[in-house]
């Protein structure tokens, strides 16, 4: 039987949220999974026991990695709100012209016409 090499935790370091393909290297295969449910599998750190909720693959969406408060309802914690905030860090923040959508004057996204809400509204993930 072979002992699978535990990796340091690096759990405190990282944001509340991030792209699976920005987590550190081999990062879920040092979770141990708990349960599954809503396209997402919610995993625990053996080190530290911190809970991470992380979406299935899909080839036409990034899949996101959350971290979990509370793990009774942890496939419902996550809200749009969070995804909308990776949305914005990942295109580089805000520009100062308006969104071109009809009587919106919030501040578009960068490289984008639209504001935030309104690119998200399209199915823009990053």
């Not at 959508?101 to 960068?110: F, G, L, T, V």
Request: contains cysteine.
């Amino acid at each position: 039987m072979f002992c699978k090499k535990q990796m340091p935790c690096t759990c405190a370091k990282l944001d509340d949220s991030f792209f699976l393909e920005d987590a550190p290297r081999r990062f879920v295969d040092n979770l141990r999974q708990i349960d599954m449910g809503d396209w997402k599998r919610l995993f625990e750190c053996p080190s530290c026991g911190a809970l991470w909720a992380v979406d299935e693959w899909d080839k036409y969406t990034d899949q996101v990695v959350s971290r979990v408060a509370d793990r009774a309802n942890w496939s419902k914690e996550e809200s749009d709100q969070m995804r909308k905030e990776l949305l914005r860090k990942s295109r580089g923040g805000e520009e100062q012209s308006e969104c071109i959508w009809a009587d919106c004057h919030e501040p578009r996204i960068k490289g984008v016409v639209y504001c935030l809400d309104h690119l998200y509204a399209t199915g823009a993930q990053k």
